[in-house]
């Protein structure tokens, strides 16, 4: 009897039973979660470009300085070759296009800070289709970028560009488009790209050029060859034009002005009209968006 006893104060309590194991349900993917997806990091560029003041004054300094320090600085000695024009009011088309293409080149380049601080992994792995992440960082790349080309816009008085509405909804939609092809462009280069410092000397490597190239500080009629032909394959000269060609359609200038600084993209002699300029910046913008989904989705 006794051993019986001392045999269960040694066994001790009974084991208890096994808790229950706590389920994770994933929700089945669906166009909603998807579009939710998409509004979230469309949502986060907008938080990230509102919550850093520091950055939205400094991407303005650029297009300052190119359009009140050189525009001024230049415009006693190009006078006689502008034929009335002022010369700030030549280049406005190209400095709105820059200010836009910065913008949305340093809103694609978060995605290597993401990478570099292991967010993005997070992303990858969240039950959501990889493009809807890239589509979101896009959409918000173009948002973000066309509100600061919007501040740009509103410097259109100081240059004798005129306030009509028509005028500034036309730019504004064409901000809005190089904006998304600019930003899907930024992914795409981003994508495969770890480091910041890398980055960056890829945006300066190919930006620059496309801006210097593209016309936005001087008329693309009469260049020499081999510069007429780097223009013609520089997307970026497909956004300038269109733009010049609406500022100049709304201001007073006599006909010799209209032709030698208004020419106008041609091909072979012909003329290049503007909603076909604008169809091949989306087509660019599409296609590079398409790249960098795949280049996404392909990346472990």
């Given at each position: 009897m006794s051993t019986t006893t001392d045999r269960a104060q040694t066994a001790g309590p009974p084991p208890a039973a096994p808790s229950p194991i706590a389920r994770v349900h994933?929700?089945?993917r669906s166009i909603a979660s998807e579009l939710r997806a998409i509004k979230i990091v469309w949502k986060r560029e907008l938080i990230r470009f509102r919550s850093d003041k520091l950055r939205m004054v400094t991407?303005?300094?650029?297009?300052l300085l190119f359009l009140f320090i050189l525009g001024s600085g230049l415009q006693r000695l190009s006078s006689t070759s502008t034929h009335g024009v002022n010369l700030k009011t030549f280049i406005y088309p190209g400095i709105l296009c820059v200010s836009v293409m910065f913008t949305a080149m340093f809103s694609a380049a978060s995605i290597v800070w993401d990478r570099e601080f292991g967010f993005l992994r997070e992303m990858?792995?969240?039950p959501i289709r990889r493009s809807s992440i890239v589509i979101g960082k896009c959409l918000g790349g173009a948002t973000v970028a066309g509100i600061q080309g919007a501040i740009v816009i509103c410097l259109a008085g100081f240059v004798k560009v005129p306030y009509a509405p028509v005028l500034i909804l036309e730019i504004l939609a064409l901000q809005l488009l190089l904006a998304f092809s600019i930003t899907a462009f930024g992914v795409m280069v981003a994508a495969r790209i770890t480091q910041m410092q890398a980055f960056m000397g890829v945006m300066q490597m190919v930006v620059m050029p496309m801006f210097f190239i593209?016309?936005?500080l001087f008329p693309v009629a009469g260049l020499p060859a081999w510069l007429a032909v780097l223009n013609r394959f520089d997307p970026l000269t497909y956004a300038v034009d269109?733009?010049?060609k609406l500022i100049f359609d709304h201001i007073h200038t006599n006909p010799l002005a209209?032709?030698?600084l208004n020419p106008g993209v041609t091909w072979f002699g012909w003329h290049v009209p503007g909603l076909l300029e604008a169809g091949m910046i989306l087509l660019l913008g599409i296609g590079m968006l398409g790249i960098a989904i795949w280049e996404?989705?392909?990346t472990e």
């Open positions: 994933v929700p089945e991407s303005l300094v650029q297009p990858m792995v969240a593209s016309g936005a269109p733009m010049r209209q032709k030698v996404f989705t392909t």
